[in-house]
């Protein structure tokens, strides 16, 4: 396996924008995990699937992120009416369940105009 | 809540030791782990920390005082290619949820 892939590497768009990113955990990971961080930050956590069962979600998270993972593979992350503010660098990760180790993908770097 | 403190940089001579400290505050707590970033990548995973010691992986070794709820990373022989973030993170009292710290950066000169 090639390890944790996510698709666009980079993204611009105009505000007020729908954006969607793609992501593909190693394949025998049950757990995938989606962060953002912003420049001089650490990964700050979004959500986070169990197989295809959404078990948390940021209390920070806005109404205009949702995430799905309808086969327990593969996720997207929507990020509906972008602002400014959503400009960072989105990230995923993937892990065994109960294990301590989680895999991070090369992320994709969103710019909101 | 919880809260994550490191350093926001270090700098250090090539062949130098290295302490990045990481002192944290949890409602509970199953773990430290350390994460390595370059610029421009993506975190990969150094160390964890479940119990009270020191864990060792060739120049790299991490420590845990579950008591200070204190822990450190350790870089030895650095090398230029050292030269990253570095984030200590803290799981939340479910399975799925990591808390990273600010990272410290650390910059290896010749």
């Known amino acids: 396996d090639t390890g944790v892939s996510q698709d666009p590497r980079h993204k611009i768009t105009k505000r007020g924008q729908n954006v969607t990113f793609r992501c593909d955990p190693i394949?025998?990971?049950?757990?995938l995990y989606w962060y953002r961080q912003t420049l001089g930050q650490g990964p700050e956590f979004l959500t986070y699937?169990?197989?295809?069962?959404?078990?948390?979600k940021s209390r920070l998270l806005s109404d205009r992120f949702s995430a799905e993972r309808p086969k327990g593979s593969f996720s997207t992350l929507e990020i509906q009416r972008t602002e400014q503010g959503d400009s960072a660098m989105y990230l995923c990760?993937?892990?065994?369940?109960?294990?301590?180790?989680?895999?991070f993908g090369p992320g994709t770097r969103l710019l909101v105009l | 809540g919880q809260s994550l403190e490191q350093p926001s940089e270090v700098t250090a001579v090539e062949g130098a030791i290295v302490q990045i400290n990481c002192t944290y505050q949890?409602?509970?707590?199953?773990?430290l782990s350390w994460y390595q970033q370059h610029d421009g990548g993506a975190p990969t995973f150094l160390s964890y920390?479940?119990?009270?010691g020191l864990e060792e992986t060739g120049r790299f070794s991490s420590f845990l005082s579950r008591s200070d709820s204190y822990g450190y990373l350790l870089l030895q022989e650095l090398q230029m290619k050292d030269s990253a973030s570095y984030f200590c993170?803290?799981?939340?009292?479910?399975?799925?949820?990591?808390?990273f710290g600010a990272g410290t950066q650390v910059v290896v000169t010749p």
């Open positions: 394949s025998e990971h049950n757990r």
């Open positions: 993170a803290v799981r939340d009292g479910s399975w799925g949820k990591f808390q």
């Open positions: 949890t409602s509970g707590f199953y773990g």
């Open positions: 920390n479940a119990l009270d």
């Open positions: 699937f169990q197989n295809e069962a959404q078990l948390e």
């Open positions: 990760a993937s892990s065994l369940e109960l294990v301590e180790t989680q895999y």
